[in-house]
Every structure is written in C-alpha cells, then in structure tokens.
C-alpha cells in the first residue's frame, strides 16, 4: 500500500533559524512527491513537486526539498524561517495509477520570536 | 483563472441531521474532483473522486456520499450525521489528462461541527 509517513508532528523552531521537516514514502517503481502548505482555517496550498529530473527541489516562499530515491525521502528544508512560515505542511505522494494523493499526517511548524 | 469555491465555511449540525456540502469549480472544464477529509491533529484522507458527471469512486466505506450533478459541481451528502464526521472538509480539482502528476489546487475548505 502507498504511504507516506511525517515523523515529527510538531518543530518549533525560532525565527531565523534553519528548518527540516522530514518525510518518508513507501517504496514504488515510480512516485511523483509533494508539499502542501496548510494556514490556519485554509486550505492547502502546493509549496512544490518532485516529478523526474534534478533531485533539489526549489519551491516557493524559499522552501526547497531533496528526493532521495535510496532513502525514500523528501524532506522539505528553509534556511531562515520567519514568523509567517508557522502552519501547518504536509507531504503527499501519488504512485502509478493513483488519480488522488495519498498525505502524511502532516507536521505543525512553530516560528517564535 | 480557474477558482474553486465551497460553501458553506462552517457549519454546527446535531448528530442525525442531513448534510450537504457544495464545490464548484470555476475556469476548467471537465475536471477531476475530490473531497478530502481532515479530522483533528490527522492527516487528509480521501473521500471520493469523481473523473466525470455522474461518475463517483469511494475510498472509505462511511457514512457520506457524494454527487456530481454537473461538470463542475461536487456534493458531499450525508443522510444522517454522525459526531465522527466532523472534521474539516477540503474538495479538490485536477486538470483531466491522466498522468500522475498533475497538481491538485484545494478550496478554502467547510469546518463541520457535529454535536
């Protein structure tokens, strides 16, 4: 079965400061990763996307994420978090032959002052 | 653009109530749709999809159905409330050409309160 797994459910971290949010997939042939980003009260909304190619991932609001195929990995990764990163973000995958993502149980991260 | 729209944002209902909750898609046509659900401190899971009008794929047996009366239009009814339904529910589009890769654009979401 498809799965993705977050093992932090929260990181607080301060401003500033770099972050990783880890994220683990069950092995497939092929597999096409995201990251959503959740504010409060909102939907989500897609931070970036792992298809093919290059393994650095570059996304928006200065997010970046590795695909480690020999790992099964995606972790997500900022250098500098600001307040306005703290939310909710989850990492999703969709294996071959699968119309609907399948998501982690998602990781609260916390920016404090 | 496209937008996607649900209504209402919040709802209080008492357990054994109906339900329905509405998505509509706007600036697409013949779009691939899906309700989510989150439960408290969970992940999302998926309810339903549909790939066309009349066309409705369930995930999880439950206590919900969903309807897709026009292209982009999807409901998600229930006939009688459970206090496990609520949660916050999230309906998605995806553009309709098969290939696993298409991204997936959320609406705001509806905050479902069962007393």
């Known amino acids: 079965a498809q799965s993705v797994t977050q093992l932090d459910s929260q990181v607080p971290v301060f401003e500033e400061a770099p972050v990783e949010l880890r994220c683990n997939y069950s092995?497939?042939?092929?597999?096409?990763l995201f990251w959503y980003v959740q504010y409060p009260n909102q939907g989500l909304q897609l931070l970036l996307k792992?298809?093919?190619?290059?393994?650095l991932v570059k996304g928006i609001n200065g997010f970046e994420a590795e695909f480690n195929k020999s790992q099964t990995s995606f972790h997500l990764r900022k250098p500098s978090v600001h307040i306005s990163d703290t939310a909710e973000y989850f990492c999703?995958?969709?294996?071959?032959?699968?119309?609907?993502?399948?998501f982690g149980s998602g990781t609260r991260l916390q920016v404090q002052p | 653009s496209q937008t996607i729209h649900q209504w209402p944002a919040t709802l209080v209902q008492p357990v054994g109530s109906p339900l329905s909750l509405e998505c509509t898609v706007e600036?697409?046509?013949?779009?691939?749709l899906y309700w989510y659900r989150q439960a408290a401190g969970r992940g999302l899971q998926l309810l339903f999809y549909?790939?066309?009008?009349?066309?409705i794929s369930s995930e999880v047996p439950q206590n919900l159905s969903a309807s897709r009366p026009q292209d982009r239009q999807f409901i998600l009814s229930s006939k009688k409330l459970l206090l496990s339904d609520s949660g916050f529910y999230l309906c998605?589009?995806?553009?309709?050409?098969?290939?696993?890769?298409?991204?997936?654009?959320f609406g705001p979401g509806t905050r479902l309160t069962v007393l």
């Open positions: 600036g697409t046509s013949n779009p691939n």
């Open positions: 549909s790939v066309g009008i009349g066309q």
């Open positions: 998605a589009w995806s553009e309709f050409q098969g290939q696993a890769h298409n991204e997936q654009f």
């Open positions: 999703a995958r969709r294996g071959p032959g699968r119309r609907a993502l399948t």
């Open positions: 792992y298809l093919s190619g290059s393994t």
């Open positions: 092995s497939s042939v092929s597999v096409y």
